[in-house]
């Protein structure tokens, strides 16, 4: 199973939001370019890179910082966040993404279908759930569709990847919602990377055990309450292949230096 740090982008910097609340906003590093190359030297195999404005105003806004992130790093970038067109994702594969997510433009729209027959497997569809519906627009905005319709649906559609997240659980270290998640995986046979709630190892040996892909994790590692090395450890225990770069080992430790230090709310 991989472990995804994940970089959150607001105004140019690196933040973390808890319950994608931007009143809940803490501000992890002013540099996201050395902040993504430090996670890549720690051992990390993927970085998660998300455009918080661009989901907000539905357009990207940070292509720049991103493209500046992809050309700095030996190891895959995904990228989303306001990624709403077939304009949009060509921007982010020319900026060097090497997965684009799709999150409201593939519930509403032709996008989606243009976008496999194009892209294929480099695209992966955001499932972000509040109270067992869709969140859409942000997470500004929940629609009337039960989550797990919609996954049926993209799964049957072809979505090669699936990103779920409980956005009551983001940011706030309360652990993942498992049985979404286990509810999830009964219905579909794709791939699905876990966001939202991870704190602790046994977060991440139950995310694995439940058989997710991958888990992203933001603000525990940033406030050295969960150790990427310990991560990849819960993650390898479980599924007996490492989150860690081929040849790499994550140093132990907490978060890269100039992030932001245990106990910031």
């Known amino acids: 199973m991989i472990v995804y740090p994940a970089i959150d982008l607001m105004a140019g910097r690196a933040v973390r939001l808890r319950q994608g609340d931007t009143w809940r906003l803490t501000e992890v590093g002013d540099d996201p370019v050395a902040l993504a190359t430090r996670w890549a030297a720690g051992g990390a195999a993927w970085l998660h890179v998300v455009d918080l404005d661009g989901a907000r105003s539905g357009a990207p806004v940070h292509l720049g910082i991103i493209e500046r992130i992809c050309r700095a790093l030996p190891i895959p970038v995904q990228v989303g966040g306001g990624l709403r067109t077939r304009a949009d994702l060509g921007a982010a594969f020319a900026a060097g993404a090497a997965r684009a997510i799709l999150g409201t433009a593939a519930l509403a729209g032709d996008l989606l279908p243009a976008a496999l027959e194009e892209f294929g497997d480099r695209i992966a569809v955001a499932l972000d759930v509040r109270d067992g519906r869709a969140a859409v627009d942000g997470w500004q905005t929940t629609t009337a569709a039960p989550v797990l319709e919609v996954a049926v649906h993209l799964a049957r559609v072809g979505v090669p990847r699936l990103i779920y997240t409980d956005v009551a659980r983001d940011g706030m270290l309360e652990g993942p919602n498992l049985d979404g998640l286990a509810a999830l995986l009964a219905r579909v046979k794709i791939p699905v990377i876990v966001s939202g709630g991870v704190a602790r190892p046994a977060d991440v040996h139950a995310v694995a055990a439940a058989g997710a892909e991958g888990v992203i994790i933001g603000r525990a590692l940033y ?6 090395i310990d ?33 910031t709310h």
């Open 223 to 228: 406030e050295g309450r969960l150790t990427f």
């Open 231 to 263: 991560a990849v450890r819960a993650a390898t225990d479980m599924c007996g292949a490492t989150g860690a770069a081929p040849g790499g080992t994550a140093p132990a430790g907490s978060a890269p230096a100039g992030a932001a230090p245990a106990g």
